[in-house]
Antibody, heavy 122, light 107 residues
Framework: EVQLVETGGGLVQPGRSLKLSCVAS????????MSWTRQAPGKGLEWVAS????????YYPDSVKGRFTISRDNAQNTLYLQMNSLRSEDTATYYC???????????????WGQGVMVTVSS | DIQMTQSPTSLAASVGESVTITCLAS??????LVWYQQKPGKSPQLLIY???ILEDGIPSRFSGSGSDTQYSLKINSLQPEDFASYYC?????????FGGGTKLELK
């Protein structure tokens, strides 16, 4: 059974940093791209970052580029999201996802963790 | 960036009815369209990918259609567990963008 368990959330002041972790099990972690997607309270979904299976390439939307860093430790089956210079608009539940990419089909998130809440407030 | 526009934003229906949710992409996404369901307090769940391919374990009352920029999710014979929020996602190119969501409520 695929499981993704996020930890590391909490209350943090604006401008500070926080690092999220996601421990994966039930599949061969180093075969899959992985991502983080977030959801502000009462709002929709926003993709935050993706990383290739080897960790050699990373992708971000403009809203977090230069502030957030996605990384992975394939030996520990763990995905990370380092979040720096946090802003109030980063307040959200952050989900870790396992990703699928298939030519002519597209890119999608087939498994989601339970999510971890990050609150940025003074 | 590819913008995804869902309609309606909310929808009220009764058990047994059929409903359709639409998703409009700002440019041709060549069928790389994904649908998710999210129940209150839960994580999103994959329903359909490639515009029409039902994920394993998803009931056949769910179906997807569309091409180019226009896509639809149809739910036949609504069941009580189907009342949830639904999101479409651009699966063609980064940034992976989502529609604003459709909240399906019990009438």
């Amino acid at each position: 059974e695929v499981q993704l368990v996020e930890t590391g959330g909490g209350l943090v002041q604006p401008g500070r940093s926080l690092k999220l972790s996601c421990v994966a099990s039930g599949f061969t972690f180093n075969n899959y791209w992985m991502s983080w997607t977030r959801q502000a309270p009462g709002k929709g979904l926003e993709w935050v970052a993706s990383i290739t299976n080897s960790g050699g390439s990373t992708y971000y939307p403009d809203s977090v580029k230069g502030r957030f860093t996605i990384s992975r430790d394939n030996a520990q089956n763990t995905l990370y999201l380092q979040m720096n210079s946090l802003r109030s608009e980063d307040t959200a539940t952050y989900y870790c996802t396992r990703d699928i990419t298939i030519a002519a089909i597209g890119y999608y998130f087939d498994y989601w963790g339970q999510g971890v809440m990050v609150t940025v407030s003074s | 960036d590819i913008q995804m526009t869902q309609s309606p934003t909310s929808l009220a229906a009764s058990v047994g009815e059929s409903v359709t949710i639409t998703c409009l992409a700002s440019e041709d996404i060549y069928g790389s369209l994904v649908w998710y369901q999210q129940k209150p307090g839960k994580s999103p769940q994959l329903l359909i990918y490639g515009a029409t391919i039902l994920e394993d374990g998803i009931p056949s009352r769910f179906s997807g259609s569309g091409s180019d920029t226009q896509y639809s999710l149809k739910i036949n014979s609504l069941q009580p567990e189907d009342f949830a929020s639904y999101y479409c996602q651009n699966g063609l190119s980064t940034p992976w963008t989502f529609g604003g969501g459709t909240k399906l409520e019990l009438k």
